[in-house]
Structure formats: C-alpha cells, structure tokens
C-alpha cells in the first residue's frame, strides 16, 4: 500500500510538473501571441513629401494655387521645413510662374545646405529642377525669337502698309490733277473754237 501510494505521489507529483511545465508553455505562448507585433514605421523623406503633395495638388484651381502659394510663402519665410517642402511643390505646379519656380529652386539649393541628412533624395529633385528652367529658357528664348521675327514682320507690314497708304494718296492727287488738267485742255479748246469762228 505504501509502495502504491509513493507511485500515486510520484506519479501526481510528475503530473502536476508537466501541468505546470504545458501551462506555462501555454500561457507563454499565448503572452507572445498577445503581444503585438513589432511595426516597421517607415517615415518619408523631404523628398517624397515634395513629390506626394505635387501629386496631391495637381488638380487645385489657379484661385486655390494662388492662395495656396502665397501662404507658403510667407510661411517658409519665417522657416519653418514643412513649408519650405510645400513652397517648393507648389513651385512646381502648372499654374506657377516662372518668378515662384525661380523662387522654390532656390528655396530648395538653401533647404539642402540646411538639411544635409536629405541631401541625397533632394539632388535628384534640385536636378529636375534644373533641368525644367533649361527647358523653360530654351522656350523662353525661341518665344522671344518668335515674338522679335512677328514684332518684324509686323513692323515690316505696317511700313509697307504706310507706303501703299502714300501712294493711293499720291495716285488719288495724280487722279485729281489729270482731272484738273484735262478740264482746262477742254476750256482751252473751247477757247481755241471760239477764236476760229471769230477769225472766219
């Protein structure tokens, strides 16, 4: 009997340690399926903010972009980098003149040298920008070469406009003195008949 009771306490005492041992494994594992998971935050550079809000503010009316810039402008004035980053997408978009893409380029060349750390993703957006002014003075220039060929061209059309202008003028005086001539070569030979009746 005593031998059966040390099995039965043996055997209890080996029970409740694989008890213990499967609820602790159990509520450790069920600890770490309580858990939440570790987050991967991933935070957007300088550059990815000025990329999203172009893309974001595309379709704003020019009344909308107007205010918009202005308060940006004033805002990054005062130095603060979240609107510095918007000045420079607004001076990207189609409604901006070339003054305030000017402006934004140069907000952004200052914003690098502040900001080192962003330097990288904000090269390769300073280099579009650079790339867009080349373009735009390329078309600058030929509009002006354009606009310099028409002023030309109209100069050319007015003058000649003005010389077709004295010579209707002239041809009009040339008109009323063959008139004039032409009634006194009548008087004349009206004179001239009268003096050979006379004669006869």
């Known amino acids: 009997m005593y031998e059966g009771s040390s099995e039965m306490k043996t055997l209890s005492l080996v029970l409740v340690v694989l008890s213990a041992l499967l609820m602790s494994g159990c509520a450790g594992n069920r600890k770490a399926a309580d858990q939440p998971k570790e987050k991967i935050v991933v935070q957007a550079t300088d550059a990815d903010t000025i990329l999203s809000c172009l893309a974001g503010e595309r379709k704003m009316s020019r009344q909308t972009f107007n205010g918009a810039y202005k308060t940006a402008f004033a805002n990054a004035a ?3 980098n979240s609107e510095v980053l918007r000045l420079i997408c607004l001076s990207l978009h189609q409604y901006a003149s070339y003054k305030q893409f000017k402006d934004g380029m140069d907000a952004l060349s200052l914003y690098i040298k502040a900001h ?3 330097a990288s993703g904000l090269q390769g957006v300073h280099i579009l920008m650079q790339r867009i002014d080349r373009e735009k003075i390329g078309k600058w220039a030929l509009s002006n070469k354009s606009l ?5 061209l109209e100069a050319e059309n007015k003058e000649l406009l003005e010389r077709n202008e004295v010579l209707e003028k002239g041809a009009s005086n040339d008109q009323a003195r063959i008139k004039e001539l032409q009634k006194q ?4 030979k009206n004179i001239e008949s009268i003096i050979k009746n006379r004669e006869r």
């Open 185 to 188: 070569i009548e008087q004349l």
């Open 116 to 118: 080192p750390e962003s």
């Open 78 to 80: 005062r130095d603060e």
């Open 148 to 152: 310099d060929e028409k002023d030309g």
